[in-house]
């Protein structure tokens, strides 16, 4: 169990309840469920959009609309070559 070394000191000061906010609130955990708590209300309320999403959604618009994609065929291309060689050196 993660424990933030101000939890570990045997000071009083640090016992009482006050004094373990600031502490709760920056520890690891507690950004965690944060985030969590966060996306879920995002999702839940219809408005959580990762950038697949909205890249694949501007892709689909654009062929609705003949209009130019997000993305250009260099751009895609750029990217794929990009990701070849962060491949290779793995």
């Known amino acids: 169990m993660f424990l933030p070394a101000e939890l570990l000191c ?5 016992l009482r309840p006050k004094a373990l906010i600031p502490v709760i609130l920056r520890s690891k955990s ?6 969590t708590l966060s996306t879920t209300l995002s999702v839940i309320s219809g ?3 990762n950038g697949h999403f909205t890249l694949i959604q501007r892709f689909i ?3 609705q ?13 750029d990217v794929v ?3 070849e060689k ?3 050196q793995i």
């Open 10 to 14: 045997l000071d009083k000061e640090i």
């Open 30 to 35: 507690f950004s965690i469920l944060a985030s």
């Open 81 to 83: 070559e990009v990701m």
């Open 86 to 88: 962060v491949t290779a």
């Open 47 to 49: 408005k959580f959009h």
């Open 61 to 63: 618009e654009s062929i």
């Open 65 to 77: 609309n003949d209009t130019e994609p997000p993305v250009t065929l260099q751009e895609a291309r």
